[in-house]
């Protein structure tokens, strides 16, 4: 039997822990600090990337938006895979 006893948090895919006012630890500070347990900092202006670490432009097609780690190059993506795929190749043979 499933208990329900355990309160989580009340945000929408946070599944911490209960602390206060219904959110977990992180929500709440979150809302003790800003007023609003939702508000992540905004991003620094003026940080705007262009290229990517490798020198791939950031723009048009060659961008994709990471669930959790924004903007990110399909480039390097490929590379990365190719990379991988070319180190599972060497050590099998
Ligand atoms: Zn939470
Ligand atoms: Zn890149």
């Known amino acids: 039997m499933r208990g329900r006893a355990r309160p989580v948090c009340v945000i929408e895919d946070c599944d911490a822990p209960h602390m206060g006012l219904g959110w977990c630890q992180k929500h709440y500070r979150r809302f003790k600090r800003t007023g ?26 060659n961008v994709y938006i990471h669930k959790t780690k924004g903007r990110r190059c399909r480039a390097c993506g490929r590379e990365w895979l190719r990379d991988k795929r070319a180190r599972e190749k060497g050590a099998t043979s």
Not at 36 to 52: A, E, F, N
């Open 36 to 61: 609003d347990p939702l508000k992540v900092r905004p991003p620094v202006p003026g940080q705007k990337k262009t290229h990517c670490i490798r020198g791939h432009e950031l723009s048009g097609d």
